[in-house]
């Protein structure tokens, strides 16, 4: 028969394996650095593959965001959970990434007042999770950025505004041209899916 205790037992030790960790990141030991990076990064990969272009560009985000870390281990409270801490940098580092390359890219619009799609739900049962991050890594990179704080992260279009540094109307003129891009290509990939089933 199992201990009742054994959930508590793994949960402890792999508190305790995390602390262990974090203890020799503040000491800026290589192999926690190591052990702490494969830990995450599956989880700061789904946040950076959203904000990039590409994967490797996503794996440069990440790995910017995980200097960071580790720049910064020290004044992480350990009593408080690390995860939102974690995505906090990931994100910033993201929108450092999209400020850096706003230069090259003038895709910001300027209409002051957003509309939103009367058709805002989208059918994805007939498509993958690898074919949804496509579909946002190939919005233009201000709509990508605004798609991604608005409907991922929760922002609000004001805080978004301030810190892409435009305005709240472009804020929602962004999403909504995002949202128009997305169910466009969207609805291409589902009367593919569609025609390739029917003509099997």
């Known amino acids: 028969m199992k201990s009742p205790f054994r959930w508590f037992e793994l949960t402890h030790n792999h508190r305790s394996l995390f602390d262990e960790i974090l203890k020799g990141c503040r000491k800026r030991q290589r192999k926690s650095q190591k052990e702490l990076y494969k830990m995450f990064y599956a989880y700061g990969m789904s946040i950076t593959l959203r904000y990039s272009r590409s994967e490797n560009e996503a794996i440069s985000i990440l790995n910017d965001a995980f200097m960071k870390v580790f720049d910064n281990i020290k004044s992480f409270d350990s009593n408080r959970p690390f995860k939102p801490w974690l995505r906090r940098i990931i994100i910033n580092t993201a929108i450092n990434q999209y400020h850096k390359n706003s230069s090259q890219f003038h895709q910001l619009v300027t209409i002051e007042n957003g509309q939103e799609l009367k058709n805002e739900e989208m059918i994805t049962s007939n498509i ?3 074919e949804i991050i496509r579909l946002i890594q190939n919005l233009p990179p201000a709509y ?3 798609f991604n704080l608005f409907v991922i992260e929760g922002y609000k279009h004001k805080e978004i505004a301030g810190i892409l540094g435009i305005t709240t109307g472009t804020s929602k ?3 909504f041209k995002a949202k128009k891009l997305l169910q466009k290509n969207l609805e291409k ?3 593919w899916s569609s025609y390739h089933v029917r003509s099997k």
């Open 128 to 130: 993958t999770y690898k």
């Open 144 to 146: 990508r950025t605004v």
């Open 189 to 191: 990939i589902l009367t």
């Open 173 to 175: 003129s962004n999403l």
